[in-house]
């Protein structure tokens, strides 16, 4: 395992398939539904808010990704990218942003590279055996390609991103230039 990624750190780059979510007023899912992004997509264009989560449709992860997707409207005006990842493939992640109608981008991370990379591959005994499992984490990454500050274990991890980008609900001002 890496070492852990500090704020100030460069961001591993990746470049994983990636699944689109809703766009304004459409209804279904962005036709380019099945394609590949890189981190580099976004250098010198958006902020990327990057959110790791175990696995489509439990509840907590649906909660989570559901406060994202009311947030990813208030981003896009700020040129910020939200982009969800777990190991679930495309087909599961297609199925999660249909039901759940998510605005922004699910990535595959389905041979574990880039949560690896991301240092959020954890362990834990279950019934006698080593369990691997994602660590909910959010990182906060810069036009530059640099990791903002940002909460690991946040109370409310769908709230840590307009945190740190300034996006307060009384407040319309954003600190992310």
Partial sequence: MPDELEV??????????????????????????KVKISLKD???KKWVV????RQDSSPEDTRLMVGFNEWNRKFKTREVEVLGCSWNGVNAHQQF????????TLLADEHKKVT???????????L??????????????????MIRPYLEKPRRLARTPRIYLGI????KKVTCN
């Fill in 168 to 171: 307060h609900p009384k407040r």
């Fill in 50 to 53: 990057l959110a790791f989560y």
């Fill in 97 to 104: 942003i249909e039901v759940f109608q998510f605005g922004f």
């Fill in 42 to 44: 976004f250098e010198d």
């Fill in 116 to 126: 690896e990379q991301y240092g959020v591959i954890k362990e834990e005994e279950d």
């Fill in 128 to 145: 006698g055996e080593m369990v691997k499992y994602i660590e909910r984490a959010t990182f906060v990454i810069d036009k530059t390609g």
């Fill in 8 to 33: 100030g750190d460069r961001a591993p780059n990746f470049e994983l398939p990636a699944c689109y979510g809703y766009k304004a007023g459409a209804s279904s899912p962005s036709a380019e539904e």
